[in-house]
Structure formats: structure tokens, C-alpha cells
Nanobody, 124 residues
Framework: QVQLVESGGGLVQAGGSLRLSCAASGRTFSTYAMGWFRQAPGKEREFVAGINWSGGSLYYADSVKGRFTISRDNAKNTVYLQMNSLKPEDTAVYYC?????????????????WGHGTQVTVSS
């Protein structure tokens, strides 16, 4: 069992930055692939970024490439999402997710555990 807790969300002006963190419980964190998803009001939950167990493979949605960076620190059981050049359309609840087996990173159903989310609001 893995429990995930996101933090770092908030209100920021367009062009600003935020860093989200996702702290995981359990001693097997380093064996999990991790992903970030987001869900805006009235929209489906969508893939944002993914990282394999070692941090050697990174994946991004086209809408965030060049602006967001995913990373992980297995010693701290934490995955991060650095978000720069934020836009109003980035406003959403951001969720982290863990997958025990190598997932198709952009597929929600390939993930085994989810956090409760953290709100990110970008004002124009």
C-alpha cells in the first residue's frame, strides 16, 4: 500500500512559478513509476508528466513541455513538479499517482495509487 500526499499548490499570477511535491509512504517508493495529472472544472483528468523508477526517463504532455519539470528523490520518497511560465489554462487540481508496473504514463488506469490533489490557480 502506498499513500500519496501532494503539497505546494496555491494562487500565482500568470508567468509565475510553483513547485509541487508529492510525499509517498512506504519503503518501496523507488520501485514505483510516478505521474502527475490535473483536472480542471468540467474537464477530464489529464496527464501532465511522468517519471520512471530511477528518474532516467521523463514524459510530458505537449501542453507543458519546456515549462514543467518532473523529478524525484528516492531517498526522500518524494516526487516533484516544477512549474514555470504558468498560464491561466494551467489552473486545475493536480494529482500525483504511483504505478507498480511500468505504466503507459499518460493512461490513468495504469496507475495503482492516487493522492487527494492540490489546487493550482493561475490568475491572468
Amino acid at each position: 500500500q502506498v499513500q500519496l500526499v501532494e503539497s505546494g499548490g496555491g494562487l500565482v499570477q500568470a508567468g509565475g512559478s510553483l513547485r509541487l511535491s508529492c510525499a509517498a509512504s512506504g519503503r518501496t517508493f523507488s520501485t514505483y513509476a510516478m505521474g502527475w495529472f490535473r483536472q480542471a472544472p468540467g474537464k477530464e483528468r489529464e496527464f501532465v508528466a511522468g517519471i520512471n523508477w530511477s528518474g532516467g526517463s521523463l514524459y510530458y504532455a505537449d501542453s507543458v513541455k519546456g515549462r514543467f519539470t518532473i523529478s524525484r528523490d528516492n531517498a526522500k520518497n518524494t516526487v516533484y513538479l516544477q512549474m514555470n511560465s504558468l498560464k491561466p489554462e494551467d489552473t486545475a487540481v493536480y494529482y500525483c499517482a504511483a504505478a507498480y508496473r511500468n505504466p503507459r504514463f499518460n493512461i490513468r488506469n495504469d496507475y495503482d495509487y492516487w493522492g487527494h490533489g492540490t489546487q493550482v490557480t493561475v490568475s491572468s
